[in-house]
């Protein structure tokens, strides 16, 4: 989504319905949304949970991505 310092930010939410703007992803029975028009965007992008010693989260690996910001909470397409 535009947002942040660099351009975009990754947004994630919980949601249980689709539209014929959504594809559909699933793994190991967890589901996953993206709307059509943002597919570009994330096209061979990764998506893991990572648990460490600073907290758990969500991490996005985007081969799409040519720079970020400092913050590391925004990215430029």
Not at 29 to 53: H, P, R, W
Request: net charge negative; with cysteine; aromatic share 10%.
């Amino acid at each position: 989504m535009p947002g942040g310092c660099s351009g975009f930010q990754y947004g994630l939410e919980l949601d249980d319905s689709t539209t014929d703007m959504d594809k559909v992803f699933e793994e190991k029975g967890v589901k996953i949304i993206v709307t059509k028009e943002n597919m570009n965007f994330l096209k061979g992008a990764k998506l893991d949970y990572v648990d460490s010693l600073q907290g758990g989260g969500f991490k996005i690996s985007n081969p799409n991505v040519k720079s970020g910001c400092g913050c590391g909470q925004s990215f430029e397409y």
